[in-house]
């Protein structure tokens, strides 16, 4: 393995989606990610669709590890896996509260064979406090998050984000937690709550809160901060356009022929909708190759709004390694998404395939012996 994290070992008891892409991120940044499965294997090995045997999910969130199967609840195979955890140097898990300790597998137990430990959870609400117990999935996360009441247009019903956003935003602030952990040294304790992941994330929505105590108000596509700022229609389309300075502004004014009304952006704000209304008015006489030419060439941020099979068709995209192939001993040929983070200069990715359940038991339990 190559990468900042070269040399570390993880061991990973991941299911579905946080803590498996947790480990990817790390196995991607070099370290030797060992994925303890029970006999059955994680829950997203079950999920469809799949290629050949194997899950399209569990495929998405787990390249570049290790697949060891444990019974724990063979006395045999928990004496096995205490053996393993004595040697790693971190441990990542996603299991529901209490599910590790009554298993022997929780921080106090394994800190005292492992004092420098890194031991990750996580959790749905936190490791402690009144909501600790209770289960929960992305929408759940969403919704009492506070990031459904914020998406959308006023008259919309309520809508989430299209991915479990949650979820692999846990995940890299566990990967974030544990590589600082690993540098610092010392061990030691991370719980990281899924939905605190999303409150956080709303920073500037949060201060919007803070400011008077009220809901921020529901704006689409639009910015509560800057305007303009949102997506426009154009004579065959749509596309997005952010102006974030007042010189922006004016430059959009002299590329439309425009007058500048509104040189601030607090005036801009104040008067969003005739600002928007328009700008509509001039973006719908033209196409939106059209607009994004006249803008890109003015040096103003906008872009289309593109499908996935566009998305992966663009040059950049491609150029970035953001889609890759690898053989796969079940499936063949499958297509992954790279990693966003780039190591002197060059993609940051474990060139192992997602592991069948299993794969190298037999490997990593010899290297005990």
């Known amino acids: 393995m190559t990468g ?16 498996p892409y947790a480990g990817m991120l790390l196995a991607d940044l070099g370290a030797e990610v060992i994925k303890i499965e029970p006999p059955e294997g994680d829950l997203a090995r079950r999920f469809g669709p799949f290629i050949g045997p194997e899950s399209v999910l569990f495929l998405s969130c787990n390249r570049g590890k290790k697949s060891v199967v444990l019974d724990l609840a063979s006395d ?10 004595a040697n790693v140097d971190a441990l990542l898990h996603n299991m529901r509260l209490g599910v590790m300790e009554r298993l022997g597998l929780g921080w106090e137990t394994l ?8 031991y990750c959870t996580i959790s749905a609400f936190g490791a402690s406090g009144p909501d600790a117990g209770r289960s929960g999935v992305d929408i759940v996360f969403q919704g009492e998050s506070g990031m459904i009441g914020l998406n959308g247009y006023p008259d919309d ?18 990967a974030l937690a544990i590589s600082a952990a690993l540098a610092g040294g010392s061990g030691g304790f991370i719980d990281v709550p899924l939905r605190d992941s999303l409150v956080a994330v709303q920073a500037g929505w949060n201060g919007l809160h803070f400011l008077n105590g009220d809901q921020p108000e529901r704006l689409g596509t639009a910015s509560p901060f800057l305007a303009p700022n949102q997506v426009f229609a154009s004579s065959d389309g749509h596309f997005t356009l952010a102006i974030t300075s007042d010189r922006h502004y004016a430059k959009l004014c002299d590329v439309l022929r425009l007058e500048v009304d509104y040189p601030s952006n607090a005036e801009r704000m104040t008067h969003r909708t005739t600002v928007v209304e328009g700008l509509q008015g001039v973006f719908a006489g033209n196409t939106t190759e059209h607009w994004l030419g006249l803008l890109g060439e003015a040096g103003l941020p906008a ?32 297509k992954l998404t790279g990693s966003p983070i780039r190591w002197n200069g060059g993609a940051t990715r474990s060139s192992l395939p997602p592991p069948l359940l299993g794969e190298h038991t037999r490997l990593v339990l ?4």
């Open 157 to 174: 019903p309520p809508q989430k984000t299209a991915t479990t956003i949650a979820d692999f935003l846990a995940g890299t602030n566990a």
């Open 4 to 19: 900042p994290l070269a040399g570390f070992r993880i061991a990973e008891f991941g299911n579905l989606v946080a803590a």
């Open 111 to 118: 800190r005292s064979e492992n004092s420098g430990l890194v």
């Open 76 to 85: 045999d195979d928990k004496a096995t896996c205490l053996r393993l955890l």
């Open 366 to 369: 010899q290297q005990l012996a």
């Open 303 to 334: 872009g289309r709004l593109l499908t996935l099979p566009e998305v992966f068709a663009q040059p950049q995209v491609l150029h970035n390694e953001m889609i890759f192939t690898v053989d796969h001993p079940s499936a063949g040929r499958v």
